[in-house]
């Protein structure tokens, strides 16, 4: 009986719907942008099937394109760098709580993911606009008669992708912190250490495993972001998700879309890659 | 000792400080909407309802509003039957399989916008048209399904299945075994997943944008094309409404199964 119940006739049949739509319209796609990516651009046709390196080409002769790219990776290291930053206190904070105060704080965390990023993106607009509340305050206070330019530039579109990433480097450092067992750092306090003593050799250390998974995740998720650079930047903050829609709807080029696409996720990788090493020579470098 | 207490206070400042900066997006879109002026200045300039009354007579808005909610009721149902059912299948008969279950979460792991892209692209190659409701709909089968499909799996990972042998042996049917035991037993990951599949597809932006067209424009679509080009604090009560349906969401899924559920099922 048991042996039935768990014998080889599979019931593969539960798995097929879900198995072929990410085959079929997941997989397939991204294999066709790459193939489409070495098209050349069509006249009448989006594409025609004419084989042609000349997309690749083109795209890494423009300096431009190097230029948003660079702008591009940059936000996104700083993205990284502002939520590590913010993120670890309220992590260490998340994790020391009580059960009772954690569910509120929890709540308070994920709220923020569960409203639309085109809404959080018009909530930073009514602050941060010229005529915006932290700017009609600033002017009612005498602080800066002109106004702090604060949106449709790089700050702004870095505000808001510090804001939507946040929580995610959060729950990726506190299950990190929430291994550590307090005692370590109690321990090490009664031994003599101090607080920040306790933290950098002992708490830190630890905790590494989740900088490292949370600073790769936002990474991804920052360099790809689309919707933030464009209400915050307003156009003027141009990277290169932007640059690939642009080049795919407005201009109708969609092979060279497909290149820029392709560049970014390779930049991307180089970035994660080189990532990885410096994280292993850290992790190296701890153990004794 | 002194020092020691004045260190924590400041440190529990700075997490104030920080919760703030989180909720004060949010609020202040449910500022915008009551305000009187175009713009929320200092001093305010006193309550209105204008927006709201803007929001309801504008068709462009109040049409793509019951779209985005029809679109969203129709992915949940479809992820949540066919998310639901891969779990089952990896859980109980493929638990080694990586690359299988690496596969069914992939669409999470890329960014949406790319998606997106490639989609368009497929779609016009195999001749479904850049931008169709069925088109639009499988983006965001595709994007929801993990969701899913990683709440489920996570609460099957802890499921006794002698508890469905047990029923099994006393003579029910695998049709009532999995009714009236397995289901109760993981209806908190399900429900989780539908939620979580929900909201994912109503407030989904860059699947919708290069998909959706004229007669399937989603409500994030609608308020970033009025967004773009000015600032209309129209779209500050859209995003209230917006907010206050992800909230009875959430809400009722806390009636019926606990937010735990919620936060455990998603974190896996």
């Not at chain 1, 729950?171 to 003593?197: H, M, T």
């Not at chain 1, 989740?210 to 933030?228: E, M, N, Q, R, T």
């Not at chain 2, 309801?56 to 029809?70: E, H, I, K």
């Amino acid at each position: 009986m048991l042996m039935r119940a768990r014998g080889s006739r599979r019931p593969w049949f539960l798995v097929v719907p879900a198995l072929a739509l990410v085959v079929v319209f997941f997989v397939l796609p991204y294999a066709n942008l790459l193939v489409m990516s070495f098209f050349m651009p069509g006249k009448a046709e989006p594409y025609d099937a004419i084989p042609t390196l000349g997309n690749y080409t083109s795209a890494l002769g423009d300096s431009f394109q190097w230029w948003i790219l660079w702008r591009t990776l940059k936000l996104g290291f700083l993205t990284t760098l502002f939520t590590l930053v913010l993120g670890y206190p309220l992590a260490y904070n998340l994790a020391r709580a009580g059960s009772k105060v954690k569910g509120m704080l929890l709540v308070l965390l994920l709220s923020p993911l569960l409203v639309g990023v085109v809404i959080r993106s018009f909530g930073w607009m009514v602050l941060l606009a010229d005529n915006g509340l932290i700017n009609s305050l600033v002017k009612h206070w005498g602080l800066a008669p002109h106004g702090l330019k604060l949106m449709y530039n790089e700050f702004g579109v870095l505000v808001g992708t510090v804001h939507i990433y946040l929580p995610f480097m959060v729950l990726s450092l506190s299950g990190a912190l929430q291994n550590i067992p307090p005692d370590l750092e109690l321990a090490s306090r009664s031994l003599g250490a101090s607080f920040i003593q306790a933290f950098w050799r002992i708490v830190f250390p630890l905790s590494l495993p989740g900088v490292f998974a949370g600073c790769l995740l936002v990474f991804v998720l920052a360099v790809s972001s689309y919707v933030i650079p464009v209400l915050l930047g307003g156009f003027q903050v141009i990277t290169t998700p932007l640059l690939v829609v642009q080049t795919a709807v407005d201009v109708h080029n969609w092979p060279g879309a497909a290149a820029q696409a392709v560049i970014l996720f390779a930049a991307s990788l180089a970035c994660i890659g080189l990532y990885f090493k410096l994280m292993n020579r850290a992790m190296r470098g701890l153990s004794p | 000792m002194r020092h020691r207490r004045l260190a924590r206070a400041a440190f529990l400042a700075l997490i104030a400080l920080l919760y703030v900066f989180l909720i004060a997006p949010i609020v202040i879109v449910v500022v915008a909407s009551l305000n009187a002026g175009r713009f929320l200045v200092f001093p305010p300039e006193g309550l209105s309802l204008q927006w709201y009354v803007k929001f309801m007579n504008s068709g462009p808005f109040v049409r793509s509003f019951f779209f985005s909610l029809r679109l969203a009721a129709l992915t949940t149902v479809i992820t949540t039957v066919i998310g639901t059912a891969a779990a089952l299948y990896v859980v109980r008969h493929a638990r080694r399989n990586n690359a299988l279950r690496m596969l069914l979460v992939a669409p999470l792991q890329l960014p949406g916008i790319m998606t997106s892209l490639a989609l368009l692209i497929f779609y016009y190659a195999i001749g479904l048209g850049g931008t169709s409701y069925l088109g639009l709909l499988i983006g965001h089968v595709v994007v929801c399904m993990p969701y899913v499909f990683l709440t489920v799996a996570a609460v099957l990972y802890n499921f006794d299945r002698s508890l469905e042998e047990a029923a099994r042996s006393l003579g029910a049917g695998s049709v009532t075994a999995f009714r009236r035991i397995t289901l109760p037993i993981i209806k908190g990951g399900v429900i989780a997943g539908a939620v979580f599949s929900f909201i994912t597809s109503f407030d989904q932006f860059p699947i919708s944008l290069l998909l959706s067209g004229v007669g399937t424009t989603t409500l994030p679509i609608q308020v970033f094309d009025y967004l773009r080009f000015s600032f209309d604090p129209t779209a500050a009560a859209v995003g209230t409404v917006n907010i206050l349906i992800t909230l009875g969401v959430v809400i009722m899924t806390e009636r019926l199964v606990g937010l735990e559920s919620l936060y455990v099922g998603g974190r896996q």
